[in-house]
């Protein structure tokens, strides 16, 4: 017999974190977020921090709880659902990187401060092309004596203001392919650093620009193999989509549930909205879609720990759909709502402005579908 479902102690995570970010993360914390600097509610954090969450897959060895990504990905399905603000997806992409290629002193020195939410991580990949494949990185890795010298710029980089410390994709040779691409962690604050956020419509998330003048980086920040470094990056790339995939999955459900909150209060004509056909067919549409994304989900995130070509072809999908899921129900709970429904006053363009943009990052639905034809050698 195969279980489909959740273990008990899953259930009782997601349980918990639901209950957690309905009282900790209301919609005007998310509002007040959006006018800091950096965009990081630093309270929340601290208690998120508290819950474990940052945590979640660090092993225990270096202070974390050592669990799976499907477990993460459950918690990121409540974040979504709140859309909740902050760099904790951004975190776990840089956690990732140094739990599977790390050296030692790369793991004693960052998952403890990582896990416990004492600094927070950004993935820094996508250049003025905008591509996101291993021709899309060109800026300059130089070998020196003493480690390298890193040349270039990073667009739209996910959480970078609110970071500390960055994980750079460079090139050390001229050319489009996979082979001279490393990984780099760079400090924030180190000389010739800039990064300067990126005004988006999104004001859940923070996005900035990072420019890199003749960086010194030593040898010891290098993560994986010296200019070997594409097969983890592709892989960190797999876990961001299966990320968002998962925080969209929560926004879609909850977009629907808003929705059918107010048809059940707003009259037109003497009658509640929700007993008109139209609104009826409309919401039993939107229904029909999210509830079945919830598998693609957790089979992506399930695959992700073995690896592999499966599990590239399941965080490709899942992310497809989702970004297209997530934008469309949003933009139906909008028109069920009518015009208030994208005001300023009123919670749901919060969700509706995420939903736009987390169907591009990190790829949108056209990519990932490319990628799964690629990927099936179509």
């Avoid at 639901?18 to 208690?47: I, M, N």
Wanted: one cysteine or more; proline letters at 4%.
């Amino acid at each position: 017999m195969i279980d489909f479902g959740l273990s008990e102690d899953q259930e009782a995570l997601q349980r918990a974190a639901r209950e957690f970010l309905a009282a900790e993360c209301p919609p005007a914390l998310v509002r007040q977020t959006a006018k800091a600097a950096d965009g990081v509610p630093r309270e929340l954090y601290r208690k998120m921090a508290e819950q474990g969450w940052p945590g979640l897959v660090v092993p225990e060895a270096f202070g974390g709880v050592g669990l799976s990504t499907l477990d993460l990905a459950l918690v990121l399905e409540e974040l979504g659902r709140v859309a909740a603000p902050g760099p904790f997806l951004s975190t776990q992409l840089v956690i990732a990187a140094i739990a599977r290629a790390g050296t030692a002193a790369q793991k004693k020195t960052w998952l403890p401060r990582l896990a416990t939410g004492e600094t927070f991580g950004a993935l820094a990949y996508v250049e003025e092309g905008d591509r996101q494949d291993a021709a899309g990185i060109q800026l300059s890795a130089k070998k020196t004596r003493d480690g390298y010298r890193l040349s270039g710029g990073k667009l739209f980089v996910l959480e970078a203001p609110g970071a500390d410390v960055l994980l750079v994709a460079a090139r050390q040779k001229k050319g489009v392919g996979e082979p001279g691409i490393t990984l780099l962690l760079v400090d924030r604050n180190a000389p010739g650093v800039r990064i300067a956020p990126q005004e988006t419509f999104d004001l859940t998330r923070r996005v900035g620009e990072l420019v890199l003048k003749d960086v010194a980086v030593p040898r010891a920040a290098l993560v994986g193999k010296d200019g070997g470094a594409w097969p983890l990056l592709a892989r960190l790339l797999d876990l961001a989509a299966v990320g968002i995939a998962a925080d969209s999955l929560g926004g879609a459900a909850r977009t629907l549930e808003m929705a059918v909150e107010y048809a059940k209060t707003r009259e037109q004509f003497g009658r509640k909205i929700a007993s008109f056909q139209a609104m009826k067919h409309l919401a039993a549409e939107m229904a029909a879609e999210v509830e079945p994304t919830r598998s693609l989900v957790w089979h992506a995130a399930y695959l992700h720990d073995r690896g592999g070509t499966a599990a590239a072809r399941a965080a490709a999908m899942a992310k497809a759909r989702l970004g297209d899921v997530y934008s469309r129900t949003a933009r139906r709970s909008v028109e069920m709502h009518g015009g208030i429904g994208f005001t300023w006053e009123f919670d749901l363009q919060l969700w509706f402005k995420r939903a736009m943009a987390s169907e591009l990052l990190f790829g949108d639905p056209a990519f990932h579908r490319e990628r799964v034809a690629t990927l099936e050698g179509l």
